[in-house]
């Protein structure tokens, strides 16, 4: 059965740090581009960065340009999102998901989705 797992989120105050994980079982991640995408209450889903089968390309958008890093083990079949300078408005269910080689931020284009996992940055 294919799956994605994500975990890493937590409760953590302005300015912290958080790292991500997306891990795969069923199937070998290297072959796919693997996305983050994350939910607010009352937002749409939104893309926040992603990275291609062979990492040579990764995409951020612009709100964690800077601040956020994407990278994948491929020995592991896992992708991290490390997330520095954490602000409020960063709060939000984040998911992983995977399509063919090729990039995207777009949430229609991706094959699979994890569950998520809840990022809350309070004080």
């Known amino acids: 059965q294919l799956q994605l797992v994500e975990s890493g989120g937590g409760l953590v105050q302005p300015g912290g740090s958080l790292r991500l994980s997306c891990a795969a079982s069923?199937?070998?991640?290297?072959?796919?581009?693997v996305a983050w995408f994350r939910q607010a209450p009352g937002k749409e889903r939104e893309g926040v960065s992603c990275?291609?089968?062979?990492?040579?390309?990764?995409n951020y958008a612009d709100s964690v340009k800077g601040r956020f890093t994407i990278s994948r083990d491929n020995v592991e079949n896992t992708v991290y999102l490390q997330m520095n300078s954490l602000k409020p408005e960063d709060t939000a269910v984040y998911y992983c998901?995977?399509?063919?080689?090729?990039?995207?931020?777009?949430?229609?284009?991706?094959?699979?989705w994890g569950k998520g996992t809840q990022v809350t940055v309070s004080s």
């Open positions: 069923g199937f070998t991640l290297r072959y796919y581009a």
């Open positions: 990275i291609s089968s062979s990492g040579g390309s990764r």
């Open positions: 998901a995977q399509r063919s080689k090729i990039c995207s931020l777009v949430v229609g284009a991706m094959d699979y």
